[in-house]
């Protein structure tokens, strides 16, 4: 599975594919549909990739805003929020993707210091370091368990749920009380 997603417009794929080239010379992987090869079930195929990649980049265009795929994989991408928008042309953004900040590859030089190129870059890292980071880090401590030194109260046991039910009491004045018995029988 892939990095990166790419959605856009198949008209549009002689603009692309720089753009893909660029962010494989970034050492990404991404996946766009010239990868379906025949017989490939490609609604199966372009969700288990649109699902797996860590970010979803859509190329909107005169055309690709008008496209059902489009806007699909775009969704997609936002719900998930992994989006990336760029445009390719000087268009307005279709509705519900208007308040994410789209990158002008309108005009694009092709050159990797191009603010946007740069701009690309930066926003494709932050999301893939932050899936890496997410990946490696260790699962949150259980009850009982230490962290930096410090132990988390231990959790009762069903045998003694009994014991910490019959331990809430009320108090000579009428307000409630609580007191939790430990195995020995006193209150803790």
Do not use: C
């Not at 268009?91 to 694009?108: C, K, M, S, T, Y």
């Not at 210091?113 to 740069?118: E, G, L, T, V, W």
């Not at 890292?125 to 260790?138: E, F, L, V, W």
Request: glycine share 6%.
């Amino acid at each position: 599975m892939a990095d990166i997603f790419i959605s856009y417009a198949r008209v549009d794929k002689a603009r692309v594919e720089p753009i893909v080239q660029f962010l494989t010379a970034q050492g990404w992987t991404v996946w766009w549909d010239p990868a379906i090869l025949p017989g490939d079930a490609y609604r199966n195929l372009i969700d288990a990739e649109l699902t797996a990649a860590k970010r979803v980049i859509v190329a909107w265009s005169d055309t690709s805003v008008k496209s059902d795929w489009v806007r699909d994989e775009a969704e997609k991408g936002k719900a998930a929020d992994k989006l990336i928008p760029i445009l390719l042309d000087t268009i307005e953004q279709p509705l519900g993707f208007r308040q994410i900040h789209a990158l002008n590859f309108v005009g694009w030089n092709y050159r990797s210091d191009h603010p946007s190129a740069q701009q690309l870059i930066a926003a494709v890292r932050r999301k893939i370091d932050a899936s890496s980071a997410q990946a490696n880090s260790p699962a949150p401590p259980l009850a009982g368990s230490t962290n930096s030194g410090t132990a988390t109260a231990p959790m009762p046991s069903p045998s003694n749920l009994a014991d910490v039910i019959l331990g809430l009491a009320i108090d000579t004045s009428g307000s409630m009380q609580e007191s939790i018995r430990n195995d020995t029988g006193r209150v803790m």
